[in-house]
C-alpha cells in the first residue's frame, strides 16, 4: 500500500514539474529519488515534499502547495494558466483516489480558475484548489437575450417622419442627356483638367530636355497645349470607345473596309493618343503627393461627389456596400475578393439609394488605418452622416452589421437593418439557430430597453437579421410553381431586406455595363474611368425619372454627340509647286510677293493667269496664301 501511494506521489510531482517546464523529467526524478528531504530541482522554492518518515496516512492528509501566480511572470505565468486546465482532470482523479478532497469541489473550481484571470487572493498565502475564492464573473454586454412573442413586446427606435421626396432636386424634364452630364463634369472642371494637363507636359518637358534635343520629333515634343473644346472631343472619342470596341486604339482609325470608322473626323490618331497618354488631374510636384495615397485623383474625385449628392434627393431606404473597379496591375492597396465578378481590383465603398440605384457617396479602400478603432463602423457613419435624423433606413450585409453599429445609427437617427455573422453574437446557442424548424421564426431582444432585434428564419439555412427599427410581423408569400402556387411565410423585416438591399448591386452594373475596354498600367487612369461612368449612370437614372422608357446605350451615344460638337476641319492637300520666275537662271528676275510686298524670285502657275504672275516668297509666304486661299 505505502508503495502505492508513493506512486501516486510521484506522477503528481511530475505532473507539476511538467507545468513548470524544468526540462528533463528523468534528471528531475532522479533527484527526488536521492534528496527525499530535499525540494524538486531548481523549483524548491515552489513545491514542499513530505519527509521520508511520514507515514502514509499523514501523506495522504497533507496538501501540496500549488505554486502561487506570483511566483511566476510573463510567459511562464500564461503557460501555467494553459497547462493547469489541461492537467487538471488527471490531477482531481489522483487526489480523489487519494482522499485529499471531493472531486465535486474540485471540478467547481476547476471552472473558476478557467473563466477568473485576476485573483483577489492575498498572494503571499500559499494557494490551494479547493480555496479558490468563487468571483463574480463579466458578462458580456448583450450576452443574454429575451424572446418576443407579441409585436407589443418590441416598438424598435423612434424614427424622424421621412418628408422628402425621393428623386432630382431640381427640374431637368427639359434638359439633354449631355446637360444632365455636365452637372457633374461641369465648366469648371474641365478647365481644371486641361490646366493640370498642361501643367503636366510643361513640367514633363522640363525634365526630359536632355531627351527631346535628341529626339526632336518624339510625342512629348511635339505636344502642343490642349483647350476646353480640344478635351471635350477628345473625352466623347474616349467614351465612344466603351460602345464601338476594338482591340487596339490604332484599329479605331484603320483605313480598312472592315474597321473604318469616324474617329479621323473629330481628331487624329496622333493627336488622340498624345491627350490619352498626357491627360492628367494632378500637380505632381504639390508636397501632398507623397503623402496622399489618392493624390493623383483627390481633387476630381471629391468635386464629382458633391456634385453627386448636391443633384438628387434620396428615398427613405439608402444602401451601403461595396464594388469593385477592375484593375491587375502593381498597386499598395489592392484587393482580392474571392466571390466578385471581377476578383482583382481596387475596393470601392458606395453609398446608394435604395429604389433607383442613384450613387450619392462612396470611398474608396486604401488599406487598413491604426489610428481608427472601429473602421468599419467609421466607415459606415462618414458615408451616412449628412443623412442622420430625416427619416432614414440603412440596409447593410454582415461585412458592416455589429450590435454597436446598431446603437450608433440609433443615436444618429438612422435606422438600420443587415444580416449578421454568428461569430458577432456572444450567445452561440442562439446565433446558430438552436432547434428551429424549417419555416418557423424566432424574434429576440436584448435585456436592456429593447434596443436591438435579432430575428431567426430557417428555410434551406438558418437566416439572421439584427435591426433596430424592424417589427415582429410575418408576410405571407406566394410562390408559384411549375404545377402548383405555395404559400411561404416570411419576417417582414427579411423581406423587406431583400427587396432594398440592392442598390449598390444595381448601381455598380450600370457602371461597369459600358466600362472602358482598354487596360492601362496606371491606376488613377483606372479610377478616372470608372468616375466617369458613375457620372453617366447618376444622369442616366435622373433622365429616365422624366423619360422611363429611355435605353441606357442611347442615352450614353446623346452624351457622346454632345461632346463631339463639330467634326474637325479637314485639311486640304496642295500640289501647287513653286516654280522660278527665269527657269534657265540667266537674269535674276523678280516681282512682288502678293502676300508681303516684297521682291521674290518665285511663283506659282496653277494660282497665276494669262495676264499676271502670283508670286510669292519661300516658304512662309507660300504656306500663308495658300492657307487664306483654300480656308485651312
Given at each position: 500500500m505505502e508503495d502505492l501511494h508513493q506512486t501516486e506521489l510521484e506522477n503528481i510531482t511530475n505532473l507539476y514539474q511538467s507545468s513548470l517546464g524544468n526540462g528533463n523529467h528523468e534528471e528531475e526524478e532522479s533527484k527526488v529519488g536521492d534528496e527525499r528531504g530535499s525540494d524538486f530541482g531548481s523549483e524548491g522554492s515552489r513545491l514542499e515534499v513530505f519527509l521520508e518518515n511520514e507515514s502514509p496516512g499523514d501523506r495522504a492528509s497533507e496538501r501540496f502547495r500549488r505554486p502561487d501566480e506570483s511566483d511566476f511572470s510573463g510567459d511562464e505565468l500564461i503557460k501555467k494558466r494553459k497547462i493547469d486546465v489541461m492537467t487538471d482532470e488527471t490531477e482531481m482523479d489522483t487526489q480523489e483516489r487519494l482522499g485529499i478532497f471531493d472531486s465535486q469541489q474540485t471540478t467547481l473550481d476547476v471552472v473558476?480558475?478557467?473563466?477568473?484571470?485576476?485573483?483577489?487572493?492575498?498572494?503571499?498565502?500559499?494557494?490551494?484548489?479547493?480555496?479558490?475564492?468563487?468571483?463574480?464573473?463579466?458578462?458580456?454586454?448583450?450576452?443574454?437575450?429575451?424572446?418576443?412573442?407579441?409585436?407589443?413586446?418590441?416598438?424598435?427606435?423612434?424614427?424622424?417622419?421621412?418628408?422628402?421626396?425621393?428623386?432630382?432636386?431640381?427640374?431637368?424634364?427639359?434638359?439633354?442627356?449631355?446637360?444632365?452630364?455636365?452637372?457633374?463634369?461641369?465648366?469648371?472642371?474641365?478647365?481644371?483638367?486641361?490646366?493640370?494637363?498642361?501643367?503636366?507636359?510643361?513640367?514633363?518637358?522640363?525634365?526630359?530636355?536632355?531627351?527631346?534635343?535628341?529626339?526632336?520629333?518624339?510625342?512629348?515634343?511635339?505636344?502642343?497645349?490642349?483647350?476646353?473644346?480640344?478635351?471635350?472631343?477628345?473625352?466623347?472619342?474616349?467614351?465612344?470607345?466603351?460602345?464601338?470596341?476594338?482591340?487596339?486604339y490604332k484599329d479605331y482609325y484603320s483605313e480598312s473596309k472592315l474597321l473604318k470608322t469616324n474617329y479621323c473626323k473629330y481628331m487624329s490618331r496622333e493627336r488622340f493618343l498624345a491627350i490619352l497618354s498626357f491627360i492628367h488631374l494632378s500637380d505632381n510636384q504639390n508636397p501632398r503627393a507623397q503623402t496622399d495615397k489618392l493624390y493623383k485623383v483627390r481633387y476630381f474625385y471629391e468635386y464629382v461627389q458633391r456634385q453627386w449628392a448636391y443633384y438628387y434627393q434620396p428615398g427613405k431606404e439608402i444602401n451601403i456596400d461595396e464594388g469593385m473597379v477592375p484593375f491587375t496591375g502593381r498597386l499598395g492597396f489592392l484587393q482580392y475578393i474571392k466571390r466578385k465578378p471581377h476578383k482583382w481590383g481596387i475596393k470601392v465603398f458606395l453609398l446608394c439609394d435604395s429604389a433607383s440605384a442613384y450613387c450619392l457617396k462612396s470611398t474608396i479602400y486604401t488599406g487598413n488605418d491604426t489610428q481608427i478603432e472601429n473602421q468599419t463602423e467609421a466607415l459606415v457613419k462618414d458615408l451616412v452622416h449628412a443623412y442622420q435624423n430625416q427619416g432614414h433606413v440603412l440596409y447593410v450585409d454582415n461585412f458592416y452589421t455589429t450590435i454597436s453599429l446598431m446603437l450608433e445609427m440609433r443615436d444618429m437617427g438612422i435606422g438600420c437593418t443587415g444580416t449578421f455573422q454568428s461569430k458577432r453574437i456572444a450567445n452561440k446557442i442562439i446565433a446558430k439557430g438552436g432547434d428551429i424548424k424549417k419555416g418557423e421564426t424566432r424574434f429576440y431582444s436584448n435585456n436592456s430597453a429593447n434596443e436591438v432585434m435579432l430575428c431567426l428564419f430557417r428555410d434551406r439555412m438558418l437566416v439572421k437579421v439584427l435591426t433596430n427599427c424592424g417589427s415582429l410581423q410575418v408576410a405571407t408569400k406566394h410562390i408559384e410553381d411549375k404545377n402548383k402556387t405555395r404559400i411561404k411565410h416570411v419576417p417582414k423585416v427579411l423581406d423587406e431586406?431583400?427587396?432594398?438591399?440592392?442598390?449598390?448591386?444595381?448601381?455598380?452594373?450600370?457602371?461597369?455595363?459600358?466600362?472602358?475596354?482598354?487596360?492601362?498600367?496606371?491606376?488613377?487612369?483606372?479610377?478616372?474611368?470608372?468616375?466617369?461612368?458613375?457620372?453617366?449612370?447618376?444622369?442616366?437614372?435622373?433622365?429616365?425619372?422624366?423619360?422611363?422608357?429611355?435605353?441606357?446605350?442611347?442615352?450614353?451615344?446623346?452624351?457622346?454627340?454632345?461632346?463631339?460638337?463639330?467634326?474637325?476641319?479637314?485639311?486640304?492637300?496642295?500640289?501647287?509647286?513653286?516654280?522660278?520666275?527665269?527657269?534657265d537662271m540667266k537674269s535674276m528676275k523678280r516681282l512682288t510677293c502678293k502676300n508681303c510686298n516684297k521682291l521674290s524670285q518665285f511663283w506659282c502657275k496653277e494660282c497665276s493667269t494669262a495676264s499676271w504672275k502670283c508670286s510669292l516668297c519661300m516658304p512662309e509666304c507660300w504656306k500663308a496664301y495658300h492657307e487664306n486661299l483654300y480656308n485651312l
Amino acid at each position: 500500500m505505502e508503495d502505492l501511494h508513493q506512486t501516486e506521489l510521484e506522477n503528481i510531482t511530475n505532473l507539476y514539474q511538467s507545468s513548470l517546464g524544468n526540462g528533463n523529467h528523468e534528471e528531475e526524478e532522479s533527484k527526488v529519488g536521492d534528496e527525499r528531504g530535499s525540494d524538486f530541482g531548481s523549483e524548491g522554492s515552489r513545491l514542499e515534499v513530505f519527509l521520508e518518515n511520514e507515514s502514509p496516512g499523514d501523506r495522504a492528509s497533507e496538501r501540496f502547495r500549488r505554486p502561487d501566480e506570483s511566483d511566476f511572470s510573463g510567459d511562464e505565468l500564461i503557460k501555467k494558466r494553459k497547462i493547469d486546465v489541461m492537467t487538471d482532470e488527471t490531477e482531481m482523479d489522483t487526489q480523489e483516489r487519494l482522499g485529499i478532497f471531493d472531486s465535486q469541489q474540485t471540478t467547481l473550481d476547476v471552472v473558476d480558475r478557467f473563466f477568473v484571470q485576476d485573483s483577489t487572493q492575498d498572494t503571499s498565502q500559499p494557494t490551494t484548489a479547493a480555496a479558490v475564492p468563487e468571483k463574480k464573473k463579466k458578462i458580456p454586454r448583450f450576452l443574454s437575450w429575451t424572446q418576443l412573442n407579441k409585436e407589443s413586446d418590441y416598438q424598435g427606435i423612434p424614427l424622424a417622419p421621412y418628408l422628402a421626396t425621393r428623386g432630382p432636386a431640381q427640374d431637368f424634364s427639359q434638359h439633354h442627356p449631355y446637360e444632365i452630364f455636365s452637372l457633374y463634369i461641369t465648366e469648371e472642371l474641365k478647365d481644371y483638367m486641361t490646366d493640370q494637363t498642361n501643367l503636366y507636359v510643361t513640367q514633363l518637358k522640363a525634365k526630359r530636355r536632355s531627351y527631346i534635343r535628341s529626339h526632336k520629333y518624339c510625342r512629348i515634343a511635339c505636344f502642343k497645349d490642349i483647350n476646353k473644346d480640344e478635351l471635350e472631343t477628345f473625352l466623347g472619342l474616349y467614351l465612344l470607345t466603351s460602345i464601338h470596341t476594338m482591340r487596339e486604339y490604332k484599329d479605331y482609325y484603320s483605313e480598312s473596309k472592315l474597321l473604318k470608322t469616324n474617329y479621323c473626323k473629330y481628331m487624329s490618331r496622333e493627336r488622340f493618343l498624345a491627350i490619352l497618354s498626357f491627360i492628367h488631374l494632378s500637380d505632381n510636384q504639390n508636397p501632398r503627393a507623397q503623402t496622399d495615397k489618392l493624390y493623383k485623383v483627390r481633387y476630381f474625385y471629391e468635386y464629382v461627389q458633391r456634385q453627386w449628392a448636391y443633384y438628387y434627393q434620396p428615398g427613405k431606404e439608402i444602401n451601403i456596400d461595396e464594388g469593385m473597379v477592375p484593375f491587375t496591375g502593381r498597386l499598395g492597396f489592392l484587393q482580392y475578393i474571392k466571390r466578385k465578378p471581377h476578383k482583382w481590383g481596387i475596393k470601392v465603398f458606395l453609398l446608394c439609394d435604395s429604389a433607383s440605384a442613384y450613387c450619392l457617396k462612396s470611398t474608396i479602400y486604401t488599406g487598413n488605418d491604426t489610428q481608427i478603432e472601429n473602421q468599419t463602423e467609421a466607415l459606415v457613419k462618414d458615408l451616412v452622416h449628412a443623412y442622420q435624423n430625416q427619416g432614414h433606413v440603412l440596409y447593410v450585409d454582415n461585412f458592416y452589421t455589429t450590435i454597436s453599429l446598431m446603437l450608433e445609427m440609433r443615436d444618429m437617427g438612422i435606422g438600420c437593418t443587415g444580416t449578421f455573422q454568428s461569430k458577432r453574437i456572444a450567445n452561440k446557442i442562439i446565433a446558430k439557430g438552436g432547434d428551429i424548424k424549417k419555416g418557423e421564426t424566432r424574434f429576440y431582444s436584448n435585456n436592456s430597453a429593447n434596443e436591438v432585434m435579432l430575428c431567426l428564419f430557417r428555410d434551406r439555412m438558418l437566416v439572421k437579421v439584427l435591426t433596430n427599427c424592424g417589427s415582429l410581423q410575418v408576410a405571407t408569400k406566394h410562390i408559384e410553381d411549375k404545377n402548383k402556387t405555395r404559400i411561404k411565410h416570411v419576417p417582414k423585416v427579411l423581406d423587406e431586406y431583400n427587396m432594398k438591399a440592392r442598390g449598390v448591386d444595381r448601381s455598380n452594373q450600370l457602371s461597369l455595363e459600358f466600362s472602358h475596354p482598354h487596360k492601362s498600367t496606371k491606376w488613377w487612369k483606372v479610377l478616372f474611368d470608372y468616375i466617369l461612368q458613375v457620372c453617366m449612370a447618376n444622369a442616366f437614372i435622373i433622365y429616365t425619372h422624366y423619360h422611363p422608357k429611355t435605353n441606357h446605350k442611347s442615352f450614353i451615344l446623346g452624351i457622346i454627340e454632345g461632346l463631339l460638337k463639330q467634326p474637325m476641319k479637314k485639311k486640304t492637300k496642295i500640289f501647287h509647286l513653286p516654280e522660278y520666275l527665269d527657269p534657265d537662271m540667266k537674269s535674276m528676275k523678280r516681282l512682288t510677293c502678293k502676300n508681303c510686298n516684297k521682291l521674290s524670285q518665285f511663283w506659282c502657275k496653277e494660282c497665276s493667269t494669262a495676264s499676271w504672275k502670283c508670286s510669292l516668297c519661300m516658304p512662309e509666304c507660300w504656306k500663308a496664301y495658300h492657307e487664306n486661299l483654300y480656308n485651312l
